[in-house]
């Protein structure tokens, strides 16, 4: 793939169109209220209600077949809904086809036309609305100019990177003014690192209009370093709605720490719930093999099976047994597995001695170096209460 014939959009520093003359709708917010999806027998979507303010970049994030392409579909008019509304600016869309919902989607194979050139691709859609040819002309002149392709108008997509091609189809879809544009794993075709490069690019779009951006992907870190509300979507149901710093803190479910990758979780019964001065309670779970474990979030009745969590980052790793020092609220003795130095941070596979559960602690390499770490080592790992996430379910 011709990475380097690339070009990024023009910097903010150059000049670049201001959102006023190229893109004049102002964004739109958009709801799903009580929303279900069935395909014959097949629930895609169960009794989804969801709200994506006007203006923010929303990633719909879960596994392969959890809805997240249905939920878009059914957002941009390409699919109907069995039950519940579809709301942008506040009207129900139920009842408009897609070419009438100010949308645009850009898909995940692009689906750019082979035999037209560049710039015939991203005229077709202003062609189809009847507009006449000095308005087009001027619109997508500025939209190629705007996504930095204007010099590939006459090629044909074949002529073009991947790279290039998406910021075609970018194009395409922004040249009709939505108020709201949609893709549907724009990246996925793309290789790692024209990846990371791409989704820098949405964002600066994203913000430079300040349009909403709803975009469907079951890649973790992208939807990270892409959203401003991440929605997590887990077999039809959304598990978590949630900027990505508080997903990233406080996941709300098993399912959500166990995706969002790499938690160590602990599942057990509620011994007590003690409420604290910030609202949240402190929880004691009894975890089999274990013992007691601390954790902090909104208790529930004792008695009850449930989870903690906490992030492979925030525990503290001490060579040598347990010692019985109280001081952090939890600790436990492991087994180190494996020690894998993966650039600045070192990759500490554990097994809990009492248990066999499989644990992971990550560090700074300097420091995993200056604890001279190896396979076979027990070691004590201690974490607070405070970084323990409780998991009702
Ligand atoms: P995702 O985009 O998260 O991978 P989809 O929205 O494509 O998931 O699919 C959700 C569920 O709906 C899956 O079980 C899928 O097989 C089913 N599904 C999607 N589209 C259709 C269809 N046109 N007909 C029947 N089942 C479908
Ligand atoms: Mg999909």
Known sequence: MAVSADRSFPAASQNPPSSSTVLSEAAAGVALRSVTKKYGSVTAIENM??????GIYCCLLGPSGCGKTTALRMISG???VTSGQVLIDGECVNELPAAKRNTAMMFQNYALFPHKTVWQNVEF???MQGMPKAERQQRVNEILDLVGLDHTAKRKPHQLSGGQQQRIALARALVTRPKVLM???PLSALDENLRVRMRGELRKIQKQFGLTFIQVTHHVEEAFSLSDQIVVMNH???DQVATPAELFK???SKFVARFIGD?????GKVLDATPQADGQDLIKLDVEGIGALYATGNGTQPGTEAACCVRPDLLTLERGDAATDQSPLNT???RITQVELTGFVTRVALLATATGQPLLHTLRTVDAQSLALQEGQTVSLKWSANDCVFLAH
């Open 183 to 185: 893709l549907d794993e």
């Open 250 to 252: 406080a996941p709300a």
């Open 78 to 80: 390409h699919e109907s």
């Open 49 to 54: 209600t969801l709200d994506i303010p006007a």
């Open 125 to 127: 859609g202003l062609k």
């Open 263 to 267: 938690n160590n979780i602990f599942a």
């Open 236 to 238: 039809g149901h959304i």
């Open 332 to 334: 436990i003795t492991a």
